[in-house]
């Protein structure tokens, strides 16, 4: 087809790419550093032994808080090893059995009261007002001497506040002296783009159906958090999460038809016949391995076996 030259108008690239210079931890497995994971298996897949890897490989030692939203954590022995090697890098650790705990509060009669409440959604406001998630579970981590745990801190002593490393932030009360200040960021040395957080949900079933955590699904990055879903069934997500995963990896086992819902919301770019086909190679028995998986990569439009081997279509 032949085109004729109007003016001389390119389009620039303004403000930069807001892309992380560093390249992430564990970037043989995942290229983007805070992207959506689903692992779509059926039981004894193999699925927790994966998991361990991406955890191990993503990780960083001693500092990503790592989330367990697992119902059967303590009931899978499969879990020992991750939970292990989490405690013995001194990483933050926490563990739910479920998305909803319970507090106890006064009535308007000053009677103690239970109350329902999601554990997601409290998570979210922390961060969003900068209070530092405290872990539940204890770890080989050091103790600090002195200092404060938040980020965000109230205050009418900055001479306190700057001896462990907080700079103003803003006045809230200048009648008391009080004001806001924020924990001055350090730099990091490390030459990865690291995690806070890696939140790990599996098994849930349609806990993982629930508004708040697909507001998560679209939200997570602004916290520097990577999601690892598992779960046997694809409709435990609701549609509007699974259209946020970055990444899929699905294990043999998948009626025709189950894949051919999940071909349609992976949007992928060979036709329906041919990604059958596909999924058939890259989760076949092997002489070393009776666990293959298809690795599916929305982003860069590849499709692996496992992830060291990348299908060339």
Same mark, same amino acid.
């Given at each position: ?5 109007? &003016?001389?108008?390119? +389009?620039?690239?303004?403000? *930069? ?5 560093? /390249? ?10 805070? *992207? ?29 808080? +790592? ?5 059967? =954590? ?17 990483? /933050? ?21 239970? =109350?329902?409440? &999601? !554990?997601?959604?409290?998570? !979210? ?9 405290? /872990?539940?579970?204890? @770890? ?30 803003? $006045? ?12 001055? /960021? ?23 159906? $629930? ?15 990577? $999601? ?24 043999? *086992? ?7 819902? !999940? ?19 890259? @989760? ?5 391995? @009776? ?19 990348? =299908?060339? =279509?």
């Amino acid at each position: 087809m032949n085109t004729k030259k109007l &003016n001389n108008f390119k +389009v620039e690239v303004f403000g *930069g790419n807001d892309r992380p210079q560093k /390249p992430p931890r564990g970037k043989e497995l995942f290229d983007l550093p805070f *992207g959506q994971i689903f692992m779509a298996s059926r039981k004894k897949s193999g699925k927790t032994t994966v998991i361990e890897n991406i955890l191990r490989n993503v990780m960083q030692p001693g500092k990503t808080h +790592v989330h367990f939203f697992v119902p059967t =954590i303590k009931k899978d022995k499969s879990y020992r090893s991750i939970l292990k090697h989490v405690k013995d890098k001194g990483n /933050p650790m926490s563990i739910h059995l479920d998305l909803f705990g319970k507090e106890v509060v006064k009535d308007s009669r000053g009677r103690n009261k239970v =109350i329902k409440y &999601n !554990i997601l959604e409290k998570m !979210i406001k922390d961060m969003e007002n900068g209070i530092e998630l405290e /872990p539940n579970m204890k @770890t080989k981590e050091k103790k600090q001497k002195g200092g404060f745990k938040k980020s965000v801190i109230y205050s009418n002593n900055p001479l306190e506040c700057k001896m462990f490393g907080y700079v103003f932030k803003e $006045n809230s009360n200048e009648q008391e002296g009080r004001a806001f200040f924020e924990k001055k /960021p350090k730099k990091s040395n490390s030459k990865y783009e690291e995690l806070d957080h890696l939140f790990i949900f599996d098994d849930c079933g349609k806990l993982l159906k $629930n508004a708040i955590f697909g507001n998560f699904c679209r939200t997570n990055r602004h916290f520097r958090c990577k $999601n690892l879903i598992s779960s046997q069934h694809w409709n435990d997500v609701d549609l509007g999460s699974r259209m946020q995963l970055d990444y899929c990896l699905l294990f043999k *086992g998948h009626r025709k038809a189950k894949l051919e819902q !999940i071909y349609e919301n992976l949007d992928c770019s060979v036709d329906f016949d041919d990604f059958l086909e596909l999924y058939k190679f890259a @989760t076949a028995d092997t002489e070393n391995n @009776t666990h293959n998986f298809m690795y599916v990569d929305r982003g860069n439009s590849q499709i692996r076996k496992n992830f060291d081997e990348l =299908i060339e =279509i």
